[in-house]
């Protein structure tokens, strides 16, 4: 199993910039890909970015590419989210994934391990 933690969560303004991080820790070696998801309040958590754990094949969704920037660092088994130009529809608690096995990467269901999330809120 992997320990997923999220921080840097918080509250800006609409233009402003966020800088997630999610630190891992447990059998990291059997990380196969890292993604951040996102749920709104009455809405169905939401997939926002991949990134291979071992490549630097990396996937956005429509409504966020171009702004958000998802990294990692093997080293420190971190994962990061930069998040720029943000609109107050990006109001969420986003959360950290990992996967452990090959699937959809959009597919919250691909997703073994996940953190407890950290809120985001950007106001207009």
């Known amino acids: 199993q992997v320990q997923l933690v999220e921080s840097g969560g918080g509250s800006v303004q609409a233009g402003g910039s966020l800088r997630l991080s999610c630190a891992a820790s447990g059998r990291t070696f059997s990380i196969y890909a890292v993604a951040w998801f996102r749920q709104a309040p009455g809405k169905e958590r939401e997939f926002v970015a991949r990134?291979?754990?071992?490549?630097?094949?990396?996937y956005y969704a429509d409504s966020v590419r171009g702004r958000f920037t998802i990294s990692r660092d093997n080293a420190a088994n971190a994962i990061y989210l930069q998040m720029n130009s943000l609109k107050p529809e990006d109001t969420a608690v986003y959360y950290c994934?990992?996967?452990?096995?090959?699937?959809?990467?959009?597919?919250?269901?691909?997703?073994?391990?996940w953190g407890q999330g950290t809120q985001v809120t950007v106001s207009s």
């Open positions: 990134i291979s754990w071992s490549s630097t094949g990396t």
């Open positions: 994934a990992a996967a452990e096995r090959i699937g959809p990467y959009w597919y919250r269901n691909s997703y073994d391990d």
